[in-house]
Nanobody, 129 residues
Framework: QVQLVESGGGSVQAGGSLKLSCVVS????????MGWFRQAPGKEREGVAF???????SGVDSVKGRFTISKDNAKNTLYLQMNSLKPEDTAMYYC???????????????????????WGQGTQVTVSS
């Protein structure tokens, strides 16, 4: 049984930093695409940043230069380092995994919510002005 468990959310002031973690258990294959999504109240869930099993990364324009996605294979952990946080970054953040690697990028990839079948429970990030 595959499980994804996020942690690291919290409340910070604008300009601050947070590092989210997502521990993956029960997934034994070498090919995958993983991503961080977020959902603010009243808004649709949106993809933020993605990484494939080869380590290729991408992110949406609104977080480029501020957020960095990474992974530690030895720890089976996905990270999202978030710097220069803005109030508009406030949302529930989710990590997600799909078992095929191709098109794991934004823009133009297969990185919509519906493309991912494995999800964590979410961790709240709140940024105050």
């Amino acid at each position: 049984q595959v499980q994804l468990v996020e942690s690291g959310g919290g409340s910070v002031q604008a300009g601050g930093s947070l590092k989210l973690s997502c521990v993956v258990s029960g997934y034994t294959y070498n090919s995958y695409c993983m991503g961080w999504f977020r959902q603010a109240p009243g808004k649709e869930r949106e993809g933020v940043a993605f990484i494939d099993s080869d380590g290729s990364t991408s992110g949406v324009d609104s977080v480029k230069g501020r957020f960095t996605i990474s992974k530690d294979n030895a720890k089976n952990t996905l990270y999202l380092q978030m710097n220069s946080l803005k109030p508009e970054d406030t949302a529930m953040y989710y990590c997600a995994l799909r078992t095929w690697k191709r098109y794991c990028s934004v823009p133009g990839g297969r990185t919509e919510s519906a493309d991912f079948v494995l999800w964590g429970q979410g961790t709240q990030v709140t940024v105050s002005s």
